[in-house]
């Protein structure tokens, strides 16, 4: 494709491989609306300081409209969409297609655009993230009396329940994206008419072109606005968190439905079984799952290593640090789509998880009852019931081991029923009387009190969504 900018510097073609090679072409297609939009806005300011007219003005945003509508490629010679949609305007308004450049760089282009695009999709993503925490807490909600022990080191810790550790993930999810929304702040910058890095002498109004295509601001810095991508590791990061909170679902999710453990069954419709044993079932989709944070952490080291050592003004190789954020967005919508399913259908093995429950899961409770109503101090209460524990593990306890424990302390010993009583898993998780804890009143108060929170962010999330399709809409509609 013939470059319009080459011809006064550079008298020769540029070799195909290296134009290839240092073209964004293939890549640039996520971002083809918005550099459209911020075309469509800069044509625009440019009629407004009279340079061009308002008929040209129209011709050329009638042009941008029949690109929204056809999606032409972009050739992969052409340097990058910048260079192909400026030599399209000016073939179709020559008058336009020649003062397109005036004030306007590739370099403040390229960031309103990628900043334009992100947060089409973090919005979108939110939505999706919000179903997902919405259908955590739900079946949160309904899981709330559905016993399942708790691990600390992975050693059976406490009896709670399923809907306790569904709430858990979901106070996660929400706040990766209240991670993700502190991210968007940087992407509300409008960096158009900083040209390429110390700003023009042509007097564009830069707050005009800001509100046209829905920033909340100017950006302040020139050189900064062109060629920092920080913004870039903001979103990467929360990403990333998002991608932590999946990874350990995922992970819990393989372990809890193994043999060993035993406790939750994978859907069918999320597993897949041995082309050779013919036994097996295998939670694959959480298996990826719980990998993607391996992938995110590349993409954002990716990013990280581009970014680092380089000089302050706009150089090439900022251009290869975005196809990782669209890459990114991409893989956690994907796995949130697949949580929520998951969410939705999981089974627990009720017995299992119950008897995973039983004593001495809840042995912590013997020690509190004895402190709480026998007035034995809780460290003593504490190796009391740690030996009654090594006994009932070894099936070894009776009344006559439980006379022993208690005389070996010189209290007077309690029944074993009673003490069997203090272990009961369904009495224990009713006995938390803390905020926070996995009582079933506790948990169900918390999701609602959630549950109202995700609905205030998620119509906080739709309107600004739709405020920005609205003026875009306005824009080139
Ligand atoms: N394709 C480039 C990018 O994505 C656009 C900016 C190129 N600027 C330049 N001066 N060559 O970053």
Redesign the pocket.
Known sequence: MEAPHRGGMLSRKMDEDAARYT??SAF?KE?FEATVYVNAAHIKALEKLGVIKHEESAEALKVLRSLLRDRPEIPQTA????IFIESLVSKAVPAVGEMLALGK???D???AA?KLEAKRRIYALMKRIFEAVEELLNRSMIERDTLFPVYTHLQKAAPATFGFVLQSYGVRLLRSVLALNAALDACEECPLGSA?VAGTSIPIDRRYIAETLGFKKISVNALEATASRDFLIGLLSALLQTCIVLSSFAEEMVLYSSEEFGVLSMPEEFSATSSIMPQKRNPVVAEIMRTKTAELLGLLTSVTLILTRQPSG?N?D?????PKLWKAVEEVDESIKLLTKIVKSVEVVRTKALEACGPPTAAVEVANTLSMEKGVGFRTAHQIAAKISKSLASKTLDQERLNEIFREHGLEPLKIEEVLSMMDPVKAVSRYVVDGSANPVKVAEANLLLLSEVRSYKNDIQLRSKDLSDVLERLLG
Do not use: P
């Open positions: 073209s964004s640039d971002i340097e990058d969409i910048h760089s590739r370099n282009a390229v960031v990628v390429a706009y090439l900022l251009q290869q640090t975005t």
